[in-house]
C-alpha cells in the first residue's frame, strides 16, 4: 500500500523535463542493479523499495527483473510520485510520497536502490546504519550517485550562484562536493560491517538538440535554482548559464559530448560481521 509521509522538497521537480534524457539517466540505474545477482544475494528478492523512484519507469523495471517480488518505490516529490502512480500493479508495484531522510519500512526488506538521490541528503552517510538494520541477513543496499561535481557544468553553476548578481538569493545553494567516492562509501559500509563493491564509471555521452547540457541540468541541478526565482529572473539566470555551457561543452558535426562520471555501491548485509 502507498503511503503519503510528505516533506515539501528542496526544489520543484518536473517529470518531463527529468525523462527528456531518459535513455542516458537510465543506463546507470540499469548497470547498478546487473551488479547485484547471485554473488550478493544467492535468493531472489521478495520485497524490494526504491528510494527517489522518480517518475516510475526504472522502478517498474525492477518488477519485470524480479517478477515474484514485492516493490515499493518512494520519492520525496509529488509531481514525481502523481507520474510514477500511472506504473502501478495492484499488490505488487506501489508508489507513495515519502523523504528518503525520514523513511523507515514496516517490514525487512531484501533490497534497497537508490539511484541518484543521495547526493540531495546532506550526511546521507549517516542513514547507513538504519538502512542496513531495515535490511534482511544477506539484503542488499544499491546505490549511485553522479560524481560529476567538478565538472564544468557544475562549477559555472555554483560560480554563477555566487557570484555579486546572486549570492544573496542563491549562495550555497550547490553544494561543491555532497558525495563521496568509491574507496570513501567502501570505508563506511565496511566498517558497518558489510561485503562491499564500489566503482565508478564515466560516461562519454553524446547529446543531441539545441543547448542540450543545459536542457540536461534543467532536469537536475538546475531545479533549485530554478525554484528560488521567479520567471523573469530564471530567465535572465538561464540566459547567462546558457552562453557559458555552450563555451564549455562546443557542439560538433556529431552532437555535444557531456562527460558524466558516476559513482556506485553494491553493500550486502552479513548475516554475521
Not at 56 to 63: I, Q, S
Not at 147 to 174: K, M, T, Y
Request: aromatic residues 10%.
Amino acid at each position: 500500500m502507498s503511503r503519503d509521509v510528505r516533506r515539501p522538497p528542496a526544489a520543484v521537480w518536473d517529470p518531463a523535463q527529468y525523462g527528456a534524457f531518459g535513455g542516458e539517466r537510465g543506463r546507470a540505474y540499469f548497470e547498478l542493479i546487473a551488479r547485484v545477482g547471485p554473488r550478493d544475494r544467492p535468493q531472489s528478492p521478495g520485497y524490494v523499495v526504491d528510494l527517489g523512484c522518480g517518475p516510475g519507469e526504472l522502478t517498474a523495471a525492477l518488477a519485470a527483473r524480479w517478477p515474484d517480488a514485492v516493490i515499493d518505490g518512494y520519492d520525496s516529490s509529488l509531481e514525481m510520485i502523481q507520474a510514477a502512480r500511472a506504473h502501478e500493479i495492484p499488490g505488487r508495484l506501489a508508489f507513495g510520497v515519502w523523504d528518503v531522510a525520514d523513511w523507515r519500512p514496516e517490514r525487512p526488506v531484501d533490497l534497497i536502490v537508490a539511484n541518484a538521490v543521495l547526493h540531495w541528503v546532506p550526511g546521507h552517510e549517516e542513514l547507513f546504519p538504519r538502512w542496513l538494520d531495515a535490511l534482511a541477513d544477506d539484503g542488499v543496499l544499491a546505490f549511485q550517485v553522479p560524481g560529476n561535481f567538478g565538472a564544468p557544468s557544475h562549477v559555472l553553476l555554483r560560480e554563477l550562484c555566487e557570484s555579486p548578481r546572486w549570492r544573496d538569493r542563491l549562495g550555497g545553494i550547490v553544494r561543491p562536493d555532497p558525495v563521496l567516492g568509491p574507496a570513501g562509501y567502501l570505508d563506511v559500509l565496511a566498517r558497518l560491517g558489510c561485503r562491499v563493491d564500489a566503482w565508478e564509471t564515466t560516461y562519454a555521452q553524446v547529446l543531441h538538440g539545441e543547448d542540450p547540457v543545459l536542457e540536461w541540468v534543467k532536469g537536475t541541478a538546475l531545479r533549485p535554482v530554478l525554484t528560488a526565482l521567479g520567471p523573469s529572473d530564471a530567465d535572465e539566470f538561464v540566459g547567462v548559464y546558457r552562453e557559458r555551457l555552450r563555451e564549455a561543452y562546443p557542439r560538433t558535426s556529431y552532437g555535444t559530448v557531456f562527460p558524466f562520471r558516476r559513482i556506485f555501491v553494491v553493500a550486502t548485509k552479513r548475516a554475521d560481521p
